[in-house]
């Protein structure tokens, strides 16, 4: 085996295991939809974030971190192969997930038995922060990864584009309270949309993890391209 096949190879052992990590985490919040005391939860009116108000907290913070931890290496990577430009908009909003998933962790959402609070407060806007920053971050990065593949390219997109009009549901009821109507959080089923606008947006992601493992024939990765790098 030549330097150069090593190499390849390496690089395409680090998007491998930034995919394992974002199966595994899916893998524990599905989890904790099936198996008890968590099963009682409702998802499509309970938030994902409920699962970490009872002793299942760990099983949701673990899942968080290996979600963090694969798509802090996806988008390393994606800079590493010069694919984006460092400080590209794809790049800074993959920062944005990467750090709100690790926020919410460290603070939990509010537990209305008990009152409000500045953690949950801090909790929400950091979901916020995640719900948007994926989705347009695998926008931006999908014409980078797919050059030449654009099957490949608009299954990211559609998966980016599904999330944000998931989350658009959100913006819409919060209009309709505005008009008169009720509270946003009951005008939609806020635990499906939550679950629809971040089950999509981490299946783009996985996808263009999927696109930097690929090798081609030539050898080199199948999002390698002669053109500049994309923002």
Do not use: Q
């Amino acid at each position: 085996m030549t330097v150069v096949d090593r190499v390849e190879r390496r690089g395409a052992l680090v998007p491998l295991l930034g995919l394992g990590a974002l199966v595994a985490g899916v893998g524990l919040l599905l989890a904790l939809h099936v198996l008890p005391p968590t099963s009682d939860i409702s998802p499509i009116r309970r938030t994902i974030s409920e699962y970490a108000l009872g002793p299942a907290k760990w099983v949701f913070d673990l899942a968080l971190v290996l979600l963090a931890a694969g798509s802090a290496l996806a988008f390393a990577e994606l800079a590493r192969r010069g694919l984006v430009r460092p400080g590209s908009a794809t790049l800074l909003l993959g920062a944005v997930w990467t750090v709100s998933l690790l926020v919410i962790v460290v603070f939990t959402k509010t537990n209305w038995a008990v009152g409000p609070s500045i953690g949950g407060t801090i909790h929400r806007y950091a979901s916020v922060a995640a719900f948007l920053s994926l989705p347009l971050a695998t926008l931006f990065a999908a014409g980078a990864v797919f050059p030449a593949s654009a099957g490949w390219r608009w299954l990211v997109r559609g998966f980016g584009i599904v999330s944000l009009l998931w989350f658009g549901s959100i913006l819409l009821g919060v209009v309709t309270m505005l008009a008169g109507g009720p509270p946003w959080w009951r005008f939609v089923p806020l635990g499906l949309v939550e679950r629809m606008v971040a089950g999509s947006a981490v299946a783009a992601l996985a996808v263009l993890v999927l696109g930097l493992a690929r090798v081609e024939v030539s050898g080199r990765p199948s999002g390698w391209s002669r053109r500049s790098p994309a923002g």
